[in-house]
């Protein structure tokens, strides 16, 4: 057996549905790779679901239900522990690999002893992208490791202990992908381990929370200092509008008094966010999407003793 894959997944049987679709076309041997997918502690109807997909399934499917629902990073684990493979491949329920994907992962890691880690190409679908939606496109190796399609060599990743499980949401898989290349194993791209990930209209409040959740960089720029160099826009600043924007506040702030200066505090922020100002209801949510990533920055920053903007 070559390869492990692992699927996270969380009320979504429709999706398992379609992904163990996808898995049953892979061009790779069925001896040659096994499938885990791993419920987060599903509601009864959903998991209940979830195993009539499977049941459904041409393939062999080892199926974990989670007791807790412990996030993405603990859901992982348990797959990674389950495995038997000495590459393990993690693919989201939200994405469709394409026929060649599990084979492209094996070829990659026969290619070169000293990978530790190999990203996948992750496309969007064709479609019309609304004011909020989410979706990922990977084109390259990333400072991020992304989850969705990425794989490891088993034994590294378990000696680097696997995913962080104290970061629940955003950042458990950057985590994991710099603590395996800090063991000194190398990482690659490989462009024919490809999936097509879905698009996802979230909302306002989606967003503004998921800016809040930015707060986790804090602490991943401490403990990594190679995120901070590739990833980061100065080492004490993720990116130029987390410098813009508080100016802006304070040009807000003294503008009644001192316009002008006010105007020049704001341009930055302004010229760098490129706020639609003739869609005042979108700009606004910018602002506030803004505003709750400087407060998630400033208090990881204090709880981390280590200044990121």
Same mark, same amino acid.
């Not at 399934?57 to 239900?65: Q, R």
């Given at each position: ?21 996808? #898995? ?21 109807? *959903? *998991? ?10 041409? =393939? ?68 019309? #992208? ?46 994991? $992908? ?5 063991? $000194? ?13 879905? =698009? ?20 991943? *720029? ?24 508080? =100016?802006?506040?304070? $040009? ?39 505003? *709750?990533?400087?407060? $998630? ?11 990121? #903007?």
């Amino acid at each position: 057996m070559d390869v492990s894959v692992v699927v996270p997944t969380y009320e979504r049987p429709s999706r398992v549905r379609r992904l163990l679709d996808a #898995l049953a076309a892979q061009d790779l041997a069925p001896d040659r790779w096994e499938l885990l997918v791993v419920d987060d502690a599903s509601s009864p109807e *959903a *998991a209940r679901a979830i195993d009539a997909a499977i049941a459904a399934s041409t =393939l062999p499917v080892t199926v974990i239900h989670q007791q807790r629902n412990g996030g993405p990073a603990a859901a992982r684990n348990a797959g990674l522990h389950r495995s038997r493979a000495p590459i393990v491949a993690f693919v989201d329920d939200d994405c469709v690999p394409d026929p060649g994907w599990s084979r492209a992962i094996v070829d990659a890691f026969a290619r070169n002893p000293r990978l530790g880690v190999v990203q996948g190409l992750t496309r969007r679908p064709a479609g019309r #992208l609304g004011a909020w939606t989410m979706f990922r496109e990977i084109t390259d190796e990333t400072p991020w490791f992304e989850a969705c399609n990425i794989a490891y060599r088993r034994d590294v990743l378990l000696a680097a202990g696997g995913f962080d499980e104290g970061i629940r949401w955003y950042g458990e898989d950057t985590s994991a $992908g710099w603590r395996v290349v800090e063991t $000194g194993a190398e990482r690659d791209f490989e462009p024919a381990a490809a999936v097509t990930h879905d =698009l996802e209209e979230r909302g306002l409040w989606f967003r503004v929370r998921h800016g809040w959740l930015e707060r986790n960089l804090v602490g991943l *720029a401490a403990r990594h200092p190679g995120l901070r160099r590739s990833a980061f826009w100065r080492p004490w600043a993720f990116r130029r509008e987390s410098v813009a924007f508080p =100016l802006a506040l304070a $040009g807000a702030g003294i503008a009644r008094r001192r316009p002008l200066t006010g105007l020049l505090l704001a341009l930055p922020y302004l010229w760098v966010r490129r706020l639609p100002l003739r869609d005042a209801r979108r700009a606004l949510g910018m602002v506030a999407i803004d505003a *709750a990533q400087l407060a $998630g920055h400033v208090e990881a920053s204090l709880r981390h003793r280590t200044l990121v #903007l």
